[in-house]
């Protein structure tokens, strides 16, 4: 059995999102997330911009000694987004199989929600603007819905409807603890990718809330290289606060 953690696995799988992308800001939402974009730049995408959570961004991605290499006030930020020069990854309450996103309520009625959630935030502008990935820590049912209740995000098929104000729109990735998912598919959508060592196709279907495609014969995840784990356990997470998201009992 290898000593890899599905923690470990589920960094290496955020850190490929933003391959190929270039000098643009990394907006990674989460511990495993942030944990993936650092490792991006410190393996294949030297040329990402990583924020310090606040204003200052960073050609350190360890955080130790951090040279700022801009500082960018947070009403400058949406002309970074209104440009594209962004990918975020945002978790989400809910995603459906077009990849609309909610992250504002629970609940068809609008007026009275069973749960009143964060609101849309910037949801709207990241999805038509620039990429945009998902990390989902718990998989299940409850998350991949048929129907999102309130549309934050928007997914392939709204954005069709938008027209030509959605040019820019780009769903990357959806990483969660058990898979990844694309929408590499004719009508984009959803698509079973991979699936992380020790999981098997009937545990993302049972655990998804519609039909996904490319069950058949998915890839397995690529577990991280020794260079890359070098870099998660003694660079990027020695106190392993990773294992408090995905915990070790999902081992690959």
Sequence with gaps: MSDVTRA???????????RGDGE??????GLIPALGARLAKLTFAPGLMLSDGDANYLTDPTGAASHVEAHIPYRQ????VWHGSRHVMMGASQLDKFGN????AIGTDFTRPKAQ???VRGAPGNTVNHPTSYWIANHSPKVFVEKVDTVSGLGYDRARGVGYAARFHEIRRIVT???VFDFQTKDHRMRL?????????????????FVLVGTDNPDTTPEPDAEALRLIREVLDPKTTRER???????G
């Design 101 to 104: 996103q909610n992250i504002s």
């Design 177 to 179: 603890n058990l898979a």
């Design 117 to 119: 959630l964060i609101g």
């Design 8 to 18: 470990e696995v589920c960094v290496a799988a955020c850190a490929e999102a933003w």
């Design 245 to 251: 998201e995905v915990p070790s009992a999902g081992r």
């Design 77 to 80: 930020l949406f002309d970074v």
């Design 24 to 29: 643009i800001i990394a907006s990674p939402m």
């Design 193 to 209: 990718r991979s699936i992380h060592p020790g999981v098997s196709v009937d545990d993302v279907v049972a655990a998804t809330g």
